[in-house]
């Protein structure tokens, strides 16, 4: 039963460039949230996607967007990249029924905007 | 603004005595608590999660909640040097919902 799955693992882009970041949830799962991870702090929540819609949004600014498809696999773009970005991108995934809360992360994307 | 605040790190306990890790959350609607272990470099492991008041025991790892005190604690017993990685507190406010997460301990188990 393969868990979480992201890709890619690392990758390094320039200023102003834009990324998508791949996820596939775990199997059984249809709930699929992206967080970013800082150096140092915990994760912070951006987005929540379920039934290939947006379901709640954190903090982040537009420049942050997502996509959910029929197979629960989930996309994050980020567009004008900024220094800022840089960080550890986590997917995380759940579902409901008797999946209830347990939420797993994948091994997460390592994000460097240079 | 819900948040969770973790006791600041890092936290250094010899190798077989109990490392004691705490949080505090400030939203008395938040439902479940969960403990993840994170090691330097990877992503957040999921080691605990809580929804009643009381403890939860699975094997080493003791969680404690107190819903009055709005207190999480995660107790690991004979702590070894396998266990030095950062401990992320979370909550959830409503299932199906977001995790928040508190800033990380750091724990060091010296042989």
């Known amino acids: 039963d393969a868990g979480v799955t992201q890709s890619p693992t690392h990758l390094i882009k320039t200023r102003g460039q834009q990324v998508t970041l791949r996820c596939s949830p775990k199997?059984?799962?249809?709930?699929v949230s992206w967080y970013q991870q800082a150096l140092g702090q915990g994760p912070q929540f951006i987005f929540q996607?379920?039934?290939?819609?947006?379901?709640q949004r954190g903090n982040f600014p537009d420049r942050f967007s997502g996509h959910q498809f029929p197979n629960y696999s989930s996309e994050l773009n980020v567009n004008a990249l900024l220094l800022g970005d840089s960080a550890l991108y986590l997917c995380?995934?759940?579902?409901?029924?008797?999946?209830?809360?347990?939420?797993?992360f994948g091994e997460g994307s390592w994000l460097t905007v240079v | 603004q819900k948040e969770v605040e973790q006791n600041s790190g890092p936290l250094s306990v010899p190798e077989g005595a109990i490392a004691s890790l705490n949080c505090t959350y400030s939203?008395?609607?938040?439902?479940?608590f969960f403990w993840y272990r994170q090691y330097s470099g990877k992503s957040p492991e999921l080691i605990m999660s809580?929804?009643?008041?009381g403890d939860k025991e699975d094997g080493r790892f003791t969680a404690q909640l107190n819903k009055a005190s709005q207190y999480v604690s995660l107790l690991i017993r004979d702590s070894q040097p396998s266990d030095s990685a950062t401990y992320l507190c979370?909550?959830?406010?409503?299932?199906?919902?977001?995790?928040?997460f508190g800033q990380g301990t750091e724990l060091s188990v010296k042989p």
């Open positions: 199997s059984g799962h249809d709930t």
């Open positions: 979370a909550a959830i406010y409503n299932q199906g919902g977001k995790l928040i």
């Open positions: 809580i929804y009643s008041n």
């Open positions: 939203d008395r609607g938040s439902q479940s």
């Open positions: 995380a995934s759940s579902g409901t029924g008797a999946y209830g809360n347990t939420i797993y």
């Open positions: 996607y379920y039934e290939e819609e947006e379901r």
